[in-house]
């Protein structure tokens, strides 16, 4: 069974940065599609950035762009969200996720993934 674990959550004010880490274990991480999705109150989660097993191809939601860069490590079975001029609407829960499926990879539907992480709390004051 594949677990995942966020971290790098916090209190940050706008303008400020964090950066996300979510650890896998349990399967063949190197295999896996990565996604980042967010989650804020009385709003649906929402897709956030990705990332593909086969070369590193990256995506990111309108929202975000220029300003997060998703990476990972398959040595350390670890993939980053690295957050830069962070926004009050910026604030939610933020998940990873990973799909193991083969094929092509629907980076932005909730419904691809396999496996998620339990979240961690991003807040950014204004």
């Known amino acids: 069974q594949v677990q995942l674990v966020e971290s790098g959550g916090g209190l940050v004010q706008a303008g400020g940065s964090l950066r996300l880490s979510c650890a896998a274990s349990?399967?063949?991480?190197?295999?896996?599609?990565m996604g980042w999705f967010r989650q804020a109150p009385g709003k649906e989660r929402e897709f956030v950035s990705a990332?593909?097993?086969?070369?590193?191809?990256?995506y990111y939601a309108d929202s975000v762009k220029g300003r997060f860069t998703v990476s990972r490590d398959n040595a350390k079975n670890t993939v980053y969200l690295q957050m830069n001029s962070l926004k009050p609407e910026d604030t939610a829960v933020y998940y990873c996720?990973?799909?193991?499926?083969?094929?092509?990879?629907?980076?932005?539907?909730?419904?691809?993934?396999?496996?998620w992480g339990q979240g961690t709390q991003v807040t950014v004051s204004s």
């Open positions: 996720a990973a799909d193991r499926r083969s094929g092509t990879f629907y980076y932005s539907d909730y419904g691809t993934y396999d496996y």
């Open positions: 990332i593909s097993w086969s070369r590193g191809y990256t």
């Open positions: 349990g399967g063949t991480f190197s295999r896996y599609d």
